[in-house]
């Protein structure tokens, strides 16, 4: 029964992951860059859901809106003063960029209100219900279902709105898509929006499962959940998801078998493992680029 227990929990956290890892593989999609600032922005929801609930009084879903709004503004407002220049630039200067806006994010925070962690509101029912004999929090149950909700949510846009279609023609050619009259830099925008929000969500619904939020807490789940997009697919929407659930499973039944100091390890060996057997990942093609 333990067993039970410990796979919902770690589907519970498999979706968090998840959600953080549709903003790696829905930018990488598009403009091939891995966007290392990302975590930090789920950091940011984290936060701002943190004031929106225990300052402004507000209840989880106004809370979680309100971190999904400022974190795709904040999405968008990145993109624009950090990427849109180097686009056309090196892949390695574009990563150097990208590490460079994480630490300003993480420092800039530090900054501004301080080092110390915050324990994060009870704003949802404490409740455990029984499942052929395991206890299941009803914390769990909903962050697992907002969670799938939201992810849903981005498959029909991304695969039934106008601006889905046009972030599925620029992912397959730019150019191409420029000549149909598609304005490719209002999709990126939108790319990094839409990823952003979900961070922002990811943010807040982590700190309502684990309660503890500093301002260096994005960077292990946000190299976990770039680790979940390459375990998925990278660059394709359903892989991130599998992924993430795939990487939060591992980890509770890493911890479940008693080697809770190697839950951290295994995201990492997961990921060697993937570029040694299948660089491509589980939804992944090999495909020939022309040199």
Sequence with gaps: MD??????NGISLGSIYALIALGY??????????NF???????????????????????????????????ALLGVVIERIAYKRLRNASRIAALITAIGVSLLIEYGTIYLRGAQPEAFPQVLPNQSYKFLGATISSASIFILCVSVFLMIILQFIVRRTKIGKAMRAVSHDAEAARLMGI???????ATF???????????????????????LMGVIPGLKAFVAAV????GI??????????????????????????????????LILILIFKPSGILGKNTREKV
């Excluded at 067993?3 to 919902?8: A, H, K, L, T, V």
């Excluded at 789920?42 to 402004?56: D, L, N, Q, T």
């Excluded at 929006?193 to 301002?215: C, D």
């Excluded at 890493?254 to 951290?264: F, H, I, P, Q, T």
């Design 237 to 270: 929407i359903p892989g991130a998801a599998i992924g993430g659930l795939v990487l939060g499973l591992v980890e509770t039944l890493v911890s479940a078998l008693g080697y809770s100091n190697w839950r951290d390890a295994a995201a990492f060996i997961i």
């Design 37 to 71: 600032a990302h975590g930090d922005v789920f950091m940011v929801g984290a936060f701002i859901g943190f004031y929106a609930i225990k300052y402004a009084g507000l209840g989880f879903f106004p809370a979680l809106i309100i971190a999904m709004i400022i974190c």
């Design 183 to 189: 304005n490719v830099d209002r999709t990126i925008s």
């Design 25 to 34: 593989t829905m930018v990488y999609g598009i403009i091939r860059l891995i």
């Design 193 to 215: 929006a839409i990823g952003s929000a979900l961070a922002g969500a990811a943010g807040v619904i982590f700190g309502i499962y684990y309660t503890k939020i500093e301002p």
């Design 3 to 8: 067993w039970i227990q410990q796979i919902i």
């Design 231 to 234: 375990l998925g697919g990278i």
